[in-house]
């Protein structure tokens, strides 16, 4: 018996705690690549949202999602897809899976009858080092690659994005997130509707992962421009000499 009361005492102990320090719950950052998913249908082209996002909420016009697409893409409303080798894009929506198994697709369109973003978070615990933030993403609509319009949050604040370089179909893109490192907080990707509603906007998104290397942009063509004209003309200012 005395064991007994003093396991429920330990049991509301931490369950006090858990209500007093909400963040302290909810761990590190996982599934950042998509891999932990499982298909659990529901329906047609469709699966348990849950299963396919692990730890990760996704939102249409702020109404959190049940449901998501498999393997395919809304044509004309928004939603989240999850992909692997099986996809199909309808013939005309460039973009496939980045890395691993899985990748997902942020879709903003409609949503009830009017345009809605869409957005897919998670809270967690930024590594102590951690010095920037990484993920590969394509930009599509229907019919091509374009820029499109979306956020990456951390903190609620929006951050600064830097382009670190450029695969066979996606953009490597960082941010410096040094300032919120051993902090719990959330991370929001958002994918903005176009209004008034034109077009679909799709979002490929992959490999997200704190680092702890600081951004180093990948150089432009104008600043490698400059850099081989200064080294001109330092050539030609030796000669001289």
Do not use: K
């Amino acid at each position: 018996m005395r064991f007994h009361t003093l396991t429920r005492w330990f049991a509301g102990l931490a369950l006090l705690l858990g209500l007093a320090l909400p963040g302290q719950g909810q761990g590190t950052f996982q599934n950042l690549g998509f891999e932990s998913a499982s298909l659990v249908s529901a329906g047609d082209s469709q699966v348990q949202f849950g299963p396919a996002f692990p730890r990760w909420v996704g939102t249409v016009g702020g109404v959190q999602q049940t449901i998501a697409l498999s393997n395919t893409v809304a044509l004309d409303t928004a939603g989240v897809s999850i992909i692997n080798s099986n996809y199909n894009a309808y013939g005309f929506i460039p973009g496939g899976v980045i890395e691993g198994r899985f990748t997902a697709i942020l879709q903003a369109g409609y949503g009830s009858g009017v345009p809605a973003d869409t957005v897919l978070s998670q809270t967690g615990l930024v590594p102590a080092n951690a010095q920037s933030l990484q993920f590969q993403a394509l930009q599509t609509v229907g019919g091509g690659t374009a820029i499109i319009p979306f956020a990456v949050a951390l903190g609620g604040q929006t951050l600064s994005l830097v382009t670190l370089g450029n695969g066979v179909n996606y953009t490597l893109y960082g941010a410096d997130i040094s300032s919120w490192a051993g902090q719990t907080t959330p991370l929001s990707f958002t994918v903005f509707a176009e209004r008034p509603h034109l077009n679909n906007q799709y979002l490929y998104l992959d490999a997200i992962r704190f680092s702890s290397q600081p951004i180093v942009p990948e150089p432009s063509l104008f600043g490698l421009a400059a850099l081989a004209t200064l080294l001109l003309g330092r050539r030609a200012l030796g000669r001289r000499r």
